[in-house]
């Protein structure tokens, strides 16, 4: 399983996701099965992967794992995901 966060460099609701989701790994020892990317808009994979999941605001979540893709966005742009949603979506993605 892969949980991205797509944001660009310099914004701080982006940074503030990255660091949330981190913290959220590391609390509940999933970093053994779950691996992590930041993946910066800004950059020509970036590009790539935000037209690929038709991402209109940062941040967003996509979680990967091998039945599906789930791409978690506000809708507004510069709104941090609350610390139980990421935890119930991972949760539900490990069957947990």
Do not use: R
């Amino acid at each position: 399983m892969k949980i991205k966060v797509i944001g660009k460099q310099g914004c701080a609701p982006c940074k503030a996701t990255k660091n949330k989701v981190q913290n959220i790994l590391n609390k509940n020892d999933w970093n053994d099965k779950i691996e992590f990317e930041f993946v910066d808009v800004e950059t020509e994979e970036g590009e790539v992967q935000k037209d690929f999941y038709e991402i209109d605001n940062i941040p967003c979540l996509v979680i990967e794992n091998d039945e599906e893709d789930i791409v978690h966005q506000s809708e507004e742009i510069d709104n941090i995901p609350k610390s139980d949603e990421i935890k119930s979506i991972i949760k539900e993605m490990l069957g947990d």
